[in-house]
């Protein structure tokens, strides 16, 4: 099984919808992070959680909220998706400060 | 000035050729820094974290130059499996948040 999986893996919706993308790690990572992709432009950072009770904001994160639900499950929520929030979404955890990244396989969100 | 930034290339190398990638950061402060390889919308997988003395990993060899702010990565002899976009990533000065650079296509042909 993966240490870092993501749900779901494709998603189609319209806009004005809510929509939750879930992220989970068998990692024991405190740190978690969720990043969008688009053609060109990197990973750019949305959130970011150091432990349960810590949340922040990244780069890009108008339009998202996030939910630390435990160590292990970081969720992203699109309270009302607009079309320029198709992307490539990534999860991912580090085990602390400066240390590599683990991912998972990513979820392609479409908003119609 | 962007934080991390990359020539988004891309890099169209014959086989066995080598090439070399750079990536420039603007905090000083940075502390740990690592090249990860993507291929097309896969998750990005650690190629090699880079350290003040250099590394090389095969016929990979990493470096960083903290007084000029950047850190390189240099493929030898060069495989058409390297055909990937390689993306420089940037820790620390402060917050320790993980930073990305826009990537460096590489297409290695026959």
């Known amino acids: 099984d993966a240490d870092v999986t993501q749900t779901p893996r494709n998603r189609i919706t319209k806009t004005g919808k809510r929509i939750m993308l879930e992220c989970s790690q068998t990692?024991?990572?405190?740190?978690m992070y969720w990043y969008r992709q688009d053609p060109g432009l990197g990973l750019r950072l949305i959130y970011y959680s150091f432990d349960v009770k810590d949340i922040n904001k990244g780069e890009i994160s108008d339009g998202y909220s996030v939910s630390r639900q435990a160590q292990a499950k970081f969720s992203l929520s699109l309270e009302s998706a607009i079309p320029n929030q198709t992307a490539l979404y990534f999860c991912a955890t580090s085990r602390s400060s400066g240390e590599k990244l683990f991912f998972g396989s990513g979820t392609q969100l479409s908003v119609l | 000035r962007k934080e991390v930034e990359q020539d988004p290339g891309p890099f169209n190398v014959p086989e066995g050729a080598t090439v070399a990638f750079n990536c420039t950061y603007s905090n000083s402060a940075s502390q740990s820094f690592f090249w990860y390889r993507q291929d097309c919308r896969k998750e990005p997988k650690l190629l090699m974290s880079?350290?003040?003395s250099g590394n090389e990993d095969g016929r990979f060899t990493a470096q960083l130059n903290r007084a000029s702010q950047y850190i390189s990565l240099l493929i030898r002899d060069s495989k058409l499996s390297d055909s990937a976009t390689y993306l420089c990533v940037v820790n620390g000065g402060g917050s320790y948040i993980p930073t990305f650079g826009r990537g460096t296509s590489l297409i290695v042909h026959p």
């Open positions: 880079v350290y003040s």
């Open positions: 990692k024991g990572h405190d740190r």
